[in-house]
């Protein structure tokens, strides 16, 4: 079975839920997947001071940490980050500096790629992050399977890139029964890709 790592952070819990249910999704799929989360030393802070951070801090904290083993082993790797004034969270970033030896020796090339984040303000922004994560896996020579467009949803506000959720102030709306139609097109069309 091929394996996909499902790779997040969170610190409002979106990303987390976004990440969990594509994980049942691509399982559902025939596909080995499983969800690792980025190191983030502060989440305690977060949790003692924002209510929706504490809703799944626990359950944040019990997804194993990913390590650039881990993207070796996977055929392939869908990243998940919070958007923070259009890019990538600091976090997300740490993790991803640790990939330079990879970019270099190649060792992630034509591994398939796609991304998702949550944002707070507004598409346009989640979309630029979005890009960020594209880029990184362009650097590294991996297959990005874009979301595409969509004519059978019958209303879909997503970029071309990836799935973007939007969280509104303080991330305390939570991805709802629309993206969750919106994931299991994405779904398909990724498992396609690595069903055995």
């Known amino acids: 079975m091929k394996r996909c790592s499902i790779i997040i952070h969170s610190v409002s819990g979106n990303c ?3 990440g969990s249910y594509l994980k049942e999704l691509m399982s559902a799929r025939n596909v080995d997947a499983r969800l690792y989360r980025v190191e983030d030393p502060d989440l305690h802070i977060w949790a003692n001071t924002q209510e929706t951070t504490n809703d799944f801090y626990e359950d944040i904290l019990a997804l194993p940490i990913v390590s650039t083993s881990t993207l070796l082993k996977s055929d392939m790797v869908i990243l998940g980050s919070p958007t923070r004034f259009g890019n990538i969270s600091a976090e997300m970033k740490t993790f991803l500096d640790t990939t330079l030896p990879l970019s270099k020796d190649k060792s992630l090339e034509t591994k398939f790629f796609a991304c998702f984040t949550s944002c707070s303000n507004s598409t346009c922004e989640g979309a630029h992050t979005l890009t960020a994560m594209i880029y990184w896996a362009q650097s590294m020579g991996m297959l990005h399977i874009p979301f595409g467009v969509h004519d059978e949803l019958d209303f879909c506000d997503q970029p ?7 969280a509104g102030k303080e991330g305390a709306i939570r991805p709802s029964d629309r993206l969750g139609k919106e994931m299991e097109v994405y779904a398909d069309i990724l498992s396609a890709y690595i069903q055995e």
Do not use: K, R
């Not at 071309?160 to 939007?166: M, S, T």
């Open 16 to 18: 987390y839920i976004i």
């Open 160 to 166: 071309v890139g990836g799935i973007v959720h939007l």
